[in-house]
T-cell receptor, first 111, second 113 residues
Framework: LAKTTQPISMDSYEGQEVNITCSHN???????ITWYQQFPSQGPRFIIQ???TKVTNEVASLFIPADRKSSTLSLPRVSLSDTAVYYC????????????FGKGTRLSVIA | NAGVTQTPKFQVLKTGQSMTLQCAQD?????MYWYRQDPGMGLRLIYY???????DKGEVPNGYNVSRLNKREFSLRLESAAPSQTSVYFC????????????FGSGTRLTVV
């Protein structure tokens, strides 16, 4: 499984756009890039997944350059409720190769 | 939409006691997983079941056993609880292949004294 590197923590003010970058230099051809969000005392929640270029949904955008060795999760106009831990995972979604969670990025949104 | 349901939500055990954590999903997912999360840490995989009838060890299987009872249910058993097993346990499920992420339960907070 591809190893990922992301910042341990980030701070942001309400209303700002937040970009969290994840490095995954040894990503394999079949691998997808998936981001999860975890609030305290809750299980992680799937946010967004992509393979290449850009993916956007109602929560976030995911930017993936052509070489796919990194990806950036973009959260537009964050609010206090976006304070959470964000995990970047890389792998092929197969039941035989479970996803491995790192420590994630702890995002703190300040009023 | 129940998703993934875990029971119990909280449990306190004495060292040496046994218990089973229950997990059920209603999304017709083939694969199910058990993770544990210690304070300030990421999730670590205990066991997983790629499909009904199969189970495999993850990163930290020692002290645990699992049963994939049917496609919906995947239980985790602690035969002789130890204080080091104090943690929050999360069950998850996913489609076996292709596009789609994991759906997690709300967790079981276990304290072993």
């Amino acid at each position: 499984l591809a190893k990922t590197t992301q910042p341990i923590s980030m701070d942001s003010y309400e209303g700002q756009e937040v970009n969290i970058t994840c490095s995954h230099n040894n990503i394999a051809t079949n691998d997808y890039i998936t981001w999860y969000q975890q609030f305290p005392s809750q299980g992680p929640r799937f946010i967004i997944q992509g393979y290449k270029t850009k993916v956007t949904n109602e929560v976030a955008s995911l930017f993936i350059p052509a070489d796919r060795k990194s990806s950036t999760l973009s959260l537009p106009r964050v609010s206090l409720s976006d304070t959470a831990v964000y995990y970047c995972l890389v792998g092929f979604n197969s039941g035989n190769t479970p996803l491995v969670f790192g420590k994630g990025t702890r995002l703190s949104v300040i009023a | 939409n129940a998703g993934v349901t875990q029971t119990p939500k909280f449990q306190v055990l004495k060292t040496g006691q046994s218990m089973t954590l229950q997990c059920a999903q209603d999304m017709n997912h083939n694969s199910m997983y058990w993770y544990r999360q210690d304070p300030g840490m990421g999730l670590r995989l205990i066991y997983y079941s790629a499909s009904e009838g199969t189970t495999d060890k993850g990163e930290v299987p020692n002290g645990y056993n699992v049963s994939r009872l049917n496609k919906r249910e995947f239980s985790l058993r602690l035969e002789s609880a130890a204080p080091s097993q104090t943690s929050v346990y999360f069950c998850a499920s996913s489609p076996s292949t292709g596009y789609g992420g994991y759906t997690f339960g709300s967790g079981t907070r276990l304290t072993v004294v």
